[in-house]
């Protein structure tokens, strides 16, 4: 079968499945099946396949992020931290705090790290009135405005290494898409907590000096805190930070017996601990068949304009994936004689890209979606309609860039 229409189908049968109130993690899994069963040619290929995920590092690192931010959140939230955090964060407007704390954990690169901002908007959000879709939609947006841009995350390196170009020349291309997605996520977010706006005014503000804000947001928030500097400043694995920084709060907060059962029973859910099992399986199945090439083969067969090319390679590689790494690593190579080598088409590069951030946004396969979602306890079809908007308003504003560029 046709490599496309064995992965429409698939995706159809993921979001049907979504509809009738599946756990995700079982949604994916299910749309992985089908796209092995049409796109493998023996059943030992998808049992190899399977066995292989299931094994593999990787996989069982985003295990050990995942259950372990989850487990932090809770932790956290037993112990008050969490309304605490919030009640600080409230020092410099409710209303900022719902923008920044995604933002500034968006500067980390790490899996689940929309559940890290999660947990530190989540009392505010409560406080202001705003439904869970909404909330969901303002920290998971925000949490990814950077990774257009940042020269930290694997994408942007992989980007300079693909067309020969310095990671300066990288960021300098694609800054732009960060300040065009803080704008969009601006106009979204800023008339909905204007219709709060009576509630806004409930949320008490108190005056502190500089530094007993710091010290008030350090005391509140350090687990996290230690997560960002392990990560980002002692080049700590997040597999290794994330589950150190848990045991280190249980140990410092004195707990019971008992809530450490409720922090485990919470973090290993198996739903949650499956979840990146079926991520996994799903992205091994397109990486092993090739997808990406013979999708950009049927492209070129049917001689569509090299925009859309752009456009539509990298967004479906980055919605199968849910990783944005993934879409550079697997398209980019195919797009060089696109884009350039060494001297790119810079409105091509931004399309691109941003296409791919595209797809890694609206995708169930992306974890932080999920895990969103799961967190404030939304509902995937009302979150999309504010995640949609913002994707088209976003491919929309670079195709324009491309084209007046081109």
Not at 136 to 156: C, V
Not at 191 to 199: G, Q, T, V
């Amino acid at each position: 079968m046709n490599a496309l229409v064995a992965l429409l189908l698939s995706i159809v049968v993921v979001f049907v499945l979504l509809r009738f109130k599946l756990h995700v993690s079982g949604a994916i899994f299910i749309g992985a099946i089908v796209l092995a069963l049409l796109s493998l040619s023996s059943f030992s290929d998808i049992f190899f396949l399977l066995f292989r995920t299931s094994l593999d590092m990787q996989t069982w690192r985003l295990v050990i992020i995942i259950s372990s931010a989850i487990g932090l959140s809770v932790a956290m939230d037993l112990r008050g931290s969490l309304k605490r955090l919030a009640e600080t964060l409230e020092s410099i407007g409710a209303k900022a705090a719902l923008f920044i704390a995604p933002s500034l954990i968006g500067l980390v690169p790490m899996p689940a790290g929309a559940v890290v901002s999660a947990s530190m908007v989540k009392n505010i959000a409560e406080k202001i009135g705003l439904a869970s879709e909404e909330v969901t939609f303002l920290n998971y947006w925000f949490r990814h405005i950077i990774e257009y841009s940042w020269p930290i995350y694997q994408g942007i390196i992989l980007t300079g290494v693909i067309f020969s170009i310095s990671i300066v020349d990288v960021v300098k291309t694609l800054f732009p898409m960060t300040v065009i997605n803080a704008l969009i996520g601006l106009a979204i977010g800023y008339p909905i907590l204007k219709k709060k706006a009576s509630m806004v005014k409930m949320v008490a503000r108190t005056n502190h000096s500089l530094t007993l804000l710091i010290k008030k947001f350090v005391f509140s928030s350090w687990p996290i805190l230690l997560i960002i500097a392990l990560i980002l400043f002692l080049k700590v694995d997040a597999s290794i930070a994330f589950p150190v920084s848990l045991a280190l709060f249980i140990i410092t907060s004195n707990f019971s017996v008992d809530d450490v059962v409720k922090v485990l029973k919470e973090a290993l859910d198996p739903k949650m601990v499956f979840l990146p099992i079926a991520t996994m399986f799903y992205k091994a199945l397109v990486e092993y068949t090739n997808l990406a090439y013979q999708i950009f083969n049927t492209l070129s067969e049917i001689s569509i304009p090299e925009s859309l090319v752009l456009t539509i390679l990298p967004f479906i590689v980055g919605f199968v994936t849910g990783i944005s790494f993934a879409f550079v690593g697997i398209t980019f190579p195919l797009l060089v004689p696109i884009i350039g080598y060494g001297s790119i088409d810079s409105g091509a590069l931004m399309l691109a890209y941003a296409s791919g951030m595209a797809g890694v946004l609206l995708t169930p396969m992306h974890l932080c979606l999920v895990l969103s979602v799961d967190y404030f306890k939304a509902k995937f079809l009302r979150t999309y309609s504010f995640i949609v908007p913002a994707v088209l308003a976003s491919i929309l504003t670079a195709l324009i860039i491309y084209v007046v560029s081109f």
